[in-house]
Every structure is written in structure tokens, then in C-alpha cells.
């Protein structure tokens, strides 16, 4: 949404849109709604014009094949470490589901998915530090 732009493009040139009520009534469809009693900014208007001020003036474009010969070769490298035993817990409980669905016939993908998900968000939360 527009509105949500106002704030980055105002931190990198500030003052480009003039004020935040001047952008969102031209890009917004900014009004005042007299029956929620505040200044509506949830639409969008102008967006050609927008797209054109932001790419001539805000964004870069680069391509990859024009960058490529500027960038590192790509390394990846595994790191090791032990996790406290209390903190794989949750862990453990998305293996054995995730196990337990790999038997099972009838399993949608989605809920495959859903299981592998969780895994990833438990393996996260399990290597941040406890305070």
C-alpha cells in the first residue's frame, strides 16, 4: 500500500512528497471519513505517476548480470553447536510428528507442511539464548 511507503522514502529523501497529508490525498485516496471520525489513507491513486517518481528518482535497479562480477563468490559453511537439553523439547515433538505423518497414507501436504514449518520455527527459537 502506498501509504505504508511514505515513511522510507521520506527517511531517504526527505521532504520529496512534501508533507504526509499531501502524499496520501494524492496517492492514498486520502480523506477524512466523517463516519469513522479520521483521516482514511487505506486506498490508492495515482499509482502510475508514484511508480514513475519512485523508480526516476528512489529505487535502484541493477541487474544481476551487471552486479555479478562485484560480488564474492557464495560460501556456505555449517556451524556446529550443542543446544541445552530443555531447549529441544519442542523440537523433538515436531520430529516425532513429522515422522509420524511420513507413515501415514493419507496425509495432506498442507499438513506435512504445517509440521515442517513449526520444526523450523522450534529449531530457531531453540538456538536463541535463554536470559
Known amino acids: 500500500r502506498p501509504e505504508e ?16 497529508t499531501k502524499y496520501c490525498e494524492k496517492f492514498c ?3 477524512y471519513n466523517y463516519r469513522l471520525k479520521r483521516f482514511d489513507v487505506s486506498g490508492a491513486s495515482n ?4 511508480h514513475h517518481l ?5 529505487m535502484v ?9 562485484q560480488l564474492p563468490a557464495k560460501q556456505r559453511q555449517k556451524v556446529s553447536f550443542d543446544l541445552p537439553p530443555s531447549s529441544m ?11 509420524e505423518l511420513k507413515r501415514c497414507d493419507e ?22 539464548p535463554s536470559s
Open 5 to 20: 511507503l511514505f515513511t522510507q522514502i521520506n527517511s531517504i529523501k526527505p521532504g520529496f512528497f512534501g508533507s504526509y
Open 29 to 31: 485516496q486520502g480523506h
Open 47 to 50: 499509482l502510475d505517476e508514484l
Open 54 to 58: 519512485l523508480t526516476s528518482h528512489v
Open 61 to 69: 535497479r541493477r541487474l544481476k548480470c551487471n552486479v555479478l562480477t
Open 89 to 99: 523439547k519442542e523440537v523433538e515433538k515436531c520430529k516425532l510428528r513429522l515422522q
Open 107 to 128: 496425509v495432506s501436504e498442507f499438513e506435512t507442511r504445517k509440521v515442517v514449518m513449526e520444526l523450523y520455527q522450534q529449531t530457531a527459537l531453540a538456538k536463541i
